[in-house]
């Protein structure tokens, strides 16, 4: 996980080619999307606030509202 939460997976992945016609992806089974790599799906992340030791609950900048990500092998 630590190669998605620093951006070199996309990197990674540049180079391969698409899935071809007729066959299924080996990373969603066709459904394009899978759940948040960051967020876990849950759409939020717990943050440290500057002001004290307090902790805050945000809303993952990754994801759409439904907490998925377009698969990156198919789309």
Do not use: Q
């Not at 540049?14 to 299924?24: C, R, Y």
């Not at 089974?29 to 759409?43: I, Q, T, W």
């Not at 440290?48 to 990754?62: I, S």
């Amino acid at each position: 996980m630590k190669i998605v939460d620093e951006g070199w997976f996309g990197d990674l992945i540049n180079g391969l080619p698409k899935k071809k016609a007729g066959e299924v992806c080996d990373g969603c089974g066709d459904v394009k999307f899978l759940p948040c790599f960051r967020c876990n799906g849950s759409c939020k992340m717990a943050a440290a606030a500057e002001e004290g030791r307090r902790t805050v609950v945000v809303r993952c900048t990754d994801c759409n509202e439904n907490g998925l990500v377009l698969c990156p092998l198919c789309s």
